[in-house]
């Protein structure tokens, strides 16, 4: 499989992924929430894996400039017509990945990943990447299922065979400990580390890292 490949399979499931409920409200709550209260009035934001644009919704409004990108066309066509409901000047959707955005004069104050680092071929040449897209001082704020914690079965059995007929996309597999690693490693300062679960653990640790 191959990134082009993952960019097909998220194109093929975009429908279906628009009408599903989000799993746990309460959760993706106050993900938005603590989101919220780290961004300011200024600020340029850039979000990736965004999907059909509901986080990007969501949050656009607070910011001055809001870029939100996708690996899959069909994805950002969704996110673009819903943007057409709920017009935002500064709120813009584009189909690409971190790795093909180049640093700018006008830096990036944070960078949203949720649910997207375990999708990513390259974790640490993506975390450096990301790290150079930042202003001095820039937040990296993301949200990640550590694939490493889940049950074996689901991570041993279940996932490869998945791919292996084209089901599931690509999935690294690390615990949060080493997700940790992994961002301090590109240059950040690990600043929190949070359970957005309503119930237990759900092996989704909400990281925020400042730029060293």
Known sequence: MSIESDARFWDRASRNYA???????ARYERTLESTRALLNSGDRILELGSGTGT???RLAGDVEDYLATDISPAMIAI???RRIANPLANLRFRTTTAE????G???FNAILGFN???LVRDLPGTLRHIHGLLAAGGLFISKTPCV???NPLIRLALLPAMRAIGKAPYAGVFRASELGKQISAAGFDIIATENHATKGNDNRPYIVARKR
């Open 79 to 81: 996110a673009r017509e």
């Open 100 to 103: 093909a955005l180049a640093p």
């Open 116 to 118: 997207y680092l375990h």
């Open 105 to 107: 004069p006008m830096p």
């Open 148 to 150: 490493g914690e889940m």
């Open 55 to 57: 986080t990007a919704l």
């Open 19 to 25: 009408k599903g409920a989000i799993a746990d409200q």
